[in-house]
């Protein structure tokens, strides 16, 4: 199993630029997430899924979208990028519950400018 | 709302030390769970271990120990005779009960704790 795959690893955008960070898991899992690290404040939660078709927000949520069509995917879009969404961003699946161990990927180290 | 405060930012040691990291959370649930994570310095992040709210047994796996205290509304992470490879950024975390019972299960992490071990 490839586990939690995340494409790509590092990206530059100009300011109001879109994109789609991409999030793929080969391990059926229903939970997944995505989760912003940025330096002193931790992971914070920005958007989540609990199967395929059904996406909530978490606590960070504003500037991006989500969607969940296939259990394995769930990408993450930038709608009109910002010097402040530059972070690290993971992606993470568990099996059944949100309460359950989360698989991360590798990350994807985004830069604004 | 849920809250997990890891009042250490930094932490440096010198090898064989034993170090405590510590972990003090806020919930109104009455099911919750309680994680550890590490992220080395490589960047990924590696999950240790997982608490119901209903055990509070403590927990060791060799090196690793945890204290899991309700009354204190503490999870506390031991480390004893660190060794380099141990430095690190070490995450604590907590999911709140089940979505069926009106729980939200979200993961919600505490800024972490940067150890430093050196030789």
């Known amino acids: 199993n490839a586990g939690v795959t995340q494409t790509p690893k590092f990206q530059v955008l100009k300011t109001g630029q879109s994109m789609t960070l991409q999030c793929a898991q080969d391990m059926n899992h229903e939970y997944m997430s995505w989760y912003r690290q940025d330096p002193g404040m931790g992971l914070r939660l920005i958007h989540y899924s609990v199967g395929a078709g059904i996406t909530d927000q978490g606590e960070v949520p504003n500037g991006y979208n989500v969607s969940r069509s296939t259990t394995e995917d769930f990408p993450l879009r930038l709608l009109s990028a910002a010097p402040s969404q530059t972070s690290v961003y993971f992606c993470a699946s568990s099996y059944g519950q949100g309460l359950n161990e989360q698989y991360f990927g590798p990350g994807t180290r985004l830069t604004v400018t | 709302a849920q809250k997990v405060t890891q009042a250490q930012t930094e932490i440096s040691v010198v090898e064989k030390e034993d170090v405590t990291l510590d972990c003090v959370y806020e919930t109104r649930d009455t099911t919750y769970y309680l994680f550890w994570y590490k992220q080395p310095p490589s960047g990924e992040l590696v999950f240790l271990i997982r608490r119901n709210s209903f055990d509070e047994q403590n927990e060791i796996s060799g090196r690793y120990s945890w204290n899991f205290q309700k009354s204190t509304s503490s999870f506390n992470f031991t480390i004893t005779a660190s060794q380099v490879v141990d430095s690190a950024v070490y995450f604590c975390?907590?999911?709140?009960?089940?979505?069926?019972?009106?729980?939200?299960?979200?993961?919600?992490f505490g800024k972490g704790t940067k150890l430093t071990v050196n030789p």
């Open positions: 975390a907590l999911s709140e009960g089940f979505l069926n019972q009106g729980g939200s299960e979200k993961l919600v």
